[in-house]
């Protein structure tokens, strides 16, 4: 539902203190939004239509859609679809809808779309200008961030506009269910004939000219029917369409990022800030329209928020996130301030970015914060704002303060402790030439380790990272990520960067952070075993150190140069001159490619490493690190003479054997008996692996491949929450649905598989049942085929506290299966049959042939 609350606002003394506004929340009363629904159609799809509007009144819908045809007399083509939907859109507009839901007519809607759509996050917040409820099988990522606790991915802005905008070739189409807000409408309205096309070119093309955030239903809430469309190209499917789906209550303690709140916070420094304030008392000395007050207030026990601003808008989008009454909203200047507020656990400070502002608003936070507390400073590092960086750490210097975290532009500090050792001093470019111009003399390589990740780090790329601190204490490392290197990006800013592919974006970054600063750049994904001091010294004689992938070209995971050497300046020419010449680009086309040139043309200025030092395992043969053995067996294939272990993150995540490392906690990984996790141990000087028993070991196991559509169509369906995977070979379905927030248990009787497992009990059914307690979701691919009837009892008192049992590969033995699960309670499901084995992602795999989902205590069908 439309949140609405009523405000009051006293206005107090303004005598000793000066002009103040208190504003205090009433409580917040549900008001129900007037949606309205929307059909476009053309002539000669009436049976299409009447298949969409059958849908529509299957659904929680209240009444019946308003359907709007196209003349027939106008011709077929992307200037009348257009024409056509800006005149549903102004349709809408004139009936004054706070929101409209405007369909295609080729459509199946979720039976619960009424529901959904009022309870939807970016709609309750007041946050939706224009999203979509569907998008189709995406090729290329398209998704800034995903937040499918929520509901909603959102797209990269970069997708949408300018001469490098790449929305087609991502698949950003949505106009099967668009949904529009009534200030959508009016902008969509007004702008729409200075754009071509069709109407999702339009469409996007205003989203993203507005700065609007780029709004998709997760799962989608509409289908696309399988028909031809009006211009004869076959349809598009949703990835995650459920027709039961129902959007769950926000869960508590999650952050919600005010995304459509005006302002600068992002995600990752909006949720730091909520971190950082739970249960905290909390001042904010800047608050512009309300985006940071809403990120400090879901979690803070108590908020001053001080601006010169009106408070109305941040007061009205606290209510509409239905924060807690738990912020007062002061409007007037920080030094007038009462001082009788003080102390804070907690200041951030996001006033004007001038020098002098800067200097005063952290002297006065510093003054008014507690012992212990956080001072959190907005625009650090931005390049834009100079003045942020410089005076902050002069003053950070003079009062003793240390960086504790760092998100994006936002620096948290504390105070420092005697035993703390200072920060090593920020770098700064040490070429000021041109890349082009070779410099006048020899330049020491800088100690420092570059490293460069985007987005959340999978466990073992934490345990890799760490490894690279273990054993560098005493040299600079330096983990970037997207925001942390555009405060060090300075020169080539024209080049599109941020319209490549990450691995491409990542090619463009390691060379740029050699040429103009120099030290060692590494792949996030290398488990470090020695210190990085051997490879500093040889590019201080030689200029430029790498190696060599196993297929004989560089590899650009690991390099080192002084800023603006030969090998490395040449290299980087090569990359922006590809970049620049908008041509098709190949995989290695800003890596190897370039690299191989540059060497070859210095081969006096360059040291290549034997590939084995660097990556004794070749990526070809990454299966190697998912063998499970004791550390003693691993021992014996260990290269004792190698530097390190550079990994392949793109194979790990994507082949059979090696996907379950990828989703492993670190603490599991360390725990385990693979390959990897004796490296880990090992690297990081953790006390070996003894099994309890001594077991045989082989990997001429069949194993199942895991089915991740599966997964997520029943995990939708029917809302689970916990999960037991009966006779799995790996851990990996276990891992994997811990991944997406589902509590999960595996069951083996293979000590391969269960010794030395965090998440897997082991058992053997043919000795005795067992009685594993509730799940709702019992899982089991390939294993009961293998069951003799006689000890079929002891799986199914696994089973019988299920709630839902999907059972895949049960061979010959289907009917037996179906009829001791009927006799237990258990009824075959078939719509959710179907469904499982529609949106299997295996290809070949057992599920989509013989997939069967069973529900506790009901008959359907």
């Known amino acids: 539902m439309f949140i609405a609350a009523s405000c009051r606002a006293e206005r107090p003394s303004t005598a000793a203190h000066g002009a103040v506004v208190r504003f205090f929340f009433a409580q917040t009363m549900p008001t129900l939004p007037y949606f309205g629904l929307y059909v476009v159609t053309c002539p000669g799809r009436e049976a299409v239509l009447e298949r969409t509007l059958a849908s529509i009144r299957a659904s929680d819908w209240p009444g019946a859609p308003v359907v709007l045809r196209q003349p027939v007399d106008w011709p077929v083509g992307w200037e009348s679809t257009s024409r056509m939907y800006r005149t549903v859109l102004q349709r809408a507009w004139e009936d004054g809808c706070w929101w409209a839901v405007v369909l295609e007519d080729d459509v199946q809607v979720n039976r619960h779309l009424w529901a959904n759509l009022t309870r939807w996050h970016p709609i309750t917040t007041g946050q939706l200008h224009w999203g979509s409820l569907f998008i189709p099988d995406t090729i290329h990522d398209p998704w800034a961030r995903t937040c499918p606790e929520l509901g909603y991915r959102l797209a990269r802005p970069a997708l949408t506009t300018g001469p490098n905008a790449q929305w087609q070739k991502a698949r950003l189409w949505g106009s099967q269910a668009y949904v529009f807000s009534r200030g959508g409408l009016s902008v969509m309205l007004d702008r729409w004939d200075r754009h071509g096309g069709g109407q999702d070119a339009r469409a996007v093309a205003i989203a993203g000219g507005a700065g609007w955030p780029l709004w998709y239903a997760s799962p989608c809430l509409v289908e696309h029917v399988p028909v031809i469309s009006a211009f004869g190209t076959p349809p598009a499917y949703a990835p995650d369409f459920v027709p039961d789906f129902r959007f769950a209550p926000e869960p508590s303690g999650t952050y919600r990022h005010p995304e459509g709140i005006p302002g600068w916070l992002s995600f990752a420094e909006g949720q730091t800030l909520w971190e950082l304030a739970r249960d905290k008392r909390v001042l904010e000395l800047g608050r512009f329209r309300g985006r940071s007050t809403v990120a400090l207030a879901q979690s803070a026990r108590e908020v001053v ?30 030094a007038e301030l009462d001082p009788r507020l003080n102390p804070f656990d907690l200041i951030f400070v996001d006033g004007e970015r001038d020098a002098a502002n800067v200097h005063a608003d952290v002297e006065l936070a510093l003054a008014r914060l507690a012992p212990g507390g956080c001072l959190a400073c907005h625009g650090y590092p931005d390049p834009d704002w100079p003045d942020v960086r410089r005076v902050v750490d002069e003053v950070a210097s003079a009062r003793g303060l240390w960086r504790a975290r760092q998100s ?83 020169r080539d800013r024209d080049l599109p960067i941020d319209a490549l592919i990450l691995p491409h974006k990542a090619d463009f970054i390691r060379a740029y952070l050699l040429v103009h600063y120099g030290g060692l750049y590494l792949d996030a994904d290398c488990v470090v075993l020695n210190s990085l001091d051997f490879a500093f010294d040889l590019a201080d004689t030689t200029g430029f150190v790498g190696y060599r992938d196993p297929l004989g070209y560089m590899s650009a995971s690991f390099m080192v140069s002084a800023p603006g050497g030969a090998v490395i300046r040449d290299h980087y020419e090569r990359v922006c001159a590809v970049l620049r010449s908008r041509h098709e680009r190949g995989w290695l086309d800003l890596s190897s490619v370039p690299l191989d040139q540059a060497v070859t043309a210095h081969p006096e200025r360059a040291h290549v490493l034997p590939t084995e030092r660097i990556m004794p395992i070749s990526w070809q043969a990454s299966e190697r690190l998912s063998e499970r053995h004791p550390d003693a067996v691993h021992e014996l294939s260990f290269r004792s003479d190698a530097a390190m272990y550079m990994l392949s993150n793109n194979t790990i995540k994507s082949r059979r054997a090696t996907r379950v490392l990828a989703h492993m906690p670190a603490a599991d990984l360390l725990a385990d008996s693979y390959f990897l996790s004796f490296l880990f141990r090992r690297a990081l000087g953790r006390p070996q692996l003894v099994p309890e028993i001594k077991y045989a070991y082989s990997t001429d196991r069949e194993t199942e491949e895991f089915d991740e559509g599966a997964l997520d169509f029943l995990a939708g369906r029917f809302g689970a929450r916990t999960l037991i995977d009966v006779g799995c070979d790996s851990p990996e379905t276990v891992y994997r649905a811990k991944h997406k927030g589902i509590r999960a248990v595996g069951v083996s009787g293979d000590p391969r598989v269960a010794r030395d497992c965090q998440v897997i009990i082991e058992h053997d059914y043919t000795r005795k049942p067992l009685f594993a307690g509730e799940f709702d979701l019992g899982w089991s691919i390939s294993f009961i085929k293998h069951i003799e009837e006689r000890f079929a009892p002891n799986v199914m008192a696994t089973f019988q506290d299920c709630r839902i049992v999907f059972v895949a590969g049960t061979g010959s033995a289907a009917e037996r299966w179906i009829e001791l699960l009927h006799q237990t309670g258990f009824a075959l499901d078939t719509d959710a049959t179907e469904g499982v084995r529609r949106h299997s992602t295996v290809e070949g795999g057992t599920t989509r042939t013989t997939g069967l989902v069973f529900r506790r205590g009901e008959s359907t069908g």
């Open 305 to 334: 928020s001080v601006d010169v601003l009106d408070p109305a808008h941040a007061a009205g989008w606290l209510e509409r996130f239905g924060c807690p009454p738990n912020v007062t909203l002061l409007q007037s200047r920080f």
């Open 408 to 490: 994006d532009y936002l620096a948290v500090f504390r105070v420092s402790d005697a035993a703390r050792p200072q920060e090593i001093p920020e770098l700064t470019p040490l070429i000021a030439a041109p890349v082009s111009s070779p410099p006048t003399e020899t330049i020491p390589t800088p100690r420092t380790v570059w490293v460069y990740w985007e987005g959340s780090m999978p466990g073992y790329i934490e345990l890799c990272c760490e490894t690279i601190r273990t054993h560098n204490r005493h040299i600079r490392v330096e983990v970037l990520d997207r925001a942390g290197f555009d405060a060090l990006f300075l």
